[in-house]
C-alpha cells in the first residue's frame, strides 16, 4: 500500500497522529487519484471481515479537499469534499448480450469497464471469436467512462452462417499483454440481404474476410454503407420477394419519391427502397404495390396523384 504505520498488527481505523489530505489535483479524464491495486490498501481489522476493499477511502485519517478537480467530467467526478479513488478496470458491464447483423454490416457495442470499487473507468479489450469466426474490425478497442458505445463491422472467413459465441475479452490491467477476463455474447451472423451478394472484401479492406456487397445491375444504382437500404435506378419501385429476392418493376409516374444527386454520384437520380420502411419509396402519401394505392381513410386527390 502507498502508506504503512509501525505497528503492522494495528488496524488504520486505530492509527494515531496520522493526516493524509489530498488537494490541488487535477485530471482532464477519470479521477483525481488512481492506484493499481487496492488489495494491498484494503485491511480492514484483525476481526472479520479483515478486507474490505470499499473501506479504504473512508479510513479516518484520509480526506481530500474541494481543492481536487476533474475537468473533464466535473459533474460526475468533481470530488465536493468526497475522495474519489480510481483502480485500471477489472470488469466490463456490457448493455446487451444479443446482436443480429449480415457480414459488413455495423454492430453498435455498449461497454463500460469497471474498476475494483465498481467505479466507470478506462478500459482496453478485444472482441472476436475462433479462428473459423466473423473477422471484427477494429478486432482492439479502449474505453472511456461512461458507457461508451463503440461502431465494429465483421466479415467472414467462410460463408457460414446461424447464431454463435463471440468472446470479449478484458485486457488485464496490471499486464496488458494477458487477458484478465473473459465473456461471451450472442451473434446472429444473417445472410446478405436482397440486393447484396457476399464477396471477399480483404483487396480493398485488410484484415477483413467475406462481406455483403451491393449487387449493381440493370435495376440497383448503388447501395447505402448501412446494408439496409439500396438506390434503385430512375422510375423503379421495388419488392423483396419470398423475403431473399429483390424485384423491381417500372413506377407509374410521380407514384415513387425520385432523389437527386444521389450516393451513386452528382447528376444521378433514383428512389431509395429501405427494408425497414418499404413504403417510404413512394410519393405522395402513396402506398401498396406500385405505390398504386392510399392509405386507409384516405383517396386520390382531384387532377393529381396525392392522396
Known amino acids: 500500500c502507498f502508506i504503512r504505520y ?14 493524509v489530505t489530498f488537494s490541488g489535483n487535477s485530471a482532464m479524464i477519470g479521477p483525481v487519484a488512481y492506484i493499481t491495486q487496492l488489495d494491498f490498501c484494503s485491511w480492514r481489522d484483525l476481526t472479520e471481515p479483515m478486507f474490505d476493499r470499499q ?72 472482441i472476436g471469436s475462433s479462428m473459423s469466426g466473423p473477422v471484427f474490425n477494429p478486432s482492439v478497442l479502449s474505453i472511456l467512462p461512461l458507457m461508451d458505445t463503440n461502431d465494429y463491422s465483421y466479415s467472414l472467413t467462410e460463408p457460414d452462417y446461424g447464431l454463435m459465441n463471440v468472446t470479449i475479452s478484458l485486457f488485464n490491467p496490471y499486464n496488458h499483454r494477458s487477458i484478465f477476463k473473459k465473456y461471451n455474447i450472442s451473434m446472429m451472423r444473417k445472410h446478405c440481404p436482397p440486393g447484396y451478394v457476399l464477396q471477399d472484401s480483404s483487396f480493398t479492406t485488410p484484415d477483413s474476410g467475406l462481406s455483403c456487397v451491393c449487387d449493381t445491375d440493370d435495376s ?19 419488392v423483396v420477394a419470398q423475403g431473399i429476392t429483390l424485384k423491381t418493376y417500372r413506377c407509374p409516374n410521380g407514384y415513387c419519391i425520385q432523389i437527386y444527386n444521389t450516393s451513386a ?14 413504403e417510404a419509396q413512394c410519393n405522395c ?18 387532377l393529381t396523384n396525392r392522396c
Open 55 to 126: 473501506n479504504i477511502i473512508k479510513w479516518p485519517f484520509v480526506t481530500a479537499d474541494e481543492s481536487n478537480h476533474n475537468l473533464g467530467h466535473q459533474t460526475q467526478y468533481n470530488t465536493s469534499g468526497q475522495f474519489y479513488l480510481q483502480t485500471p478496470a477489472t470488469s466490463l458491464n456490457i448493455e446487451d448480450s444479443f446482436y443480429s447483423a449480415s457480414p459488413g454490416d455495423t454492430i453498435s457495442l455498449q461497454l463500460e469497464g469497471l474498476d475494483e470499487l465498481n467505479h466507470p473507468t478506462f478500459a482496453v479489450f478485444r
Open 6 to 19: 509501525e505497528d503492522h498488527k494495528l488496524s488504520p481505523f486505530l492509527w494515531k497522529g496520522l493526516n
Open 285 to 302: 402519401n402513396r402506398s401498396g404495390v406500385l405505390c398504386g394505392s392510399c392509405p386507409q381513410g384516405y383517396g386520390v386527390s382531384v
Open 220 to 238: 440497383i444504382a448503388n447501395c447505402e454503407p448501412d446494408i439496409h437500404s439500396v438506390l434503385l435506378k430512375p422510375s423503379l419501385w421495388a
Open 265 to 278: 454520384g452528382p447528376n444521378t437520380h433514383g428512389s431509395v427502397y429501405t427494408y425497414d420502411s418499404p
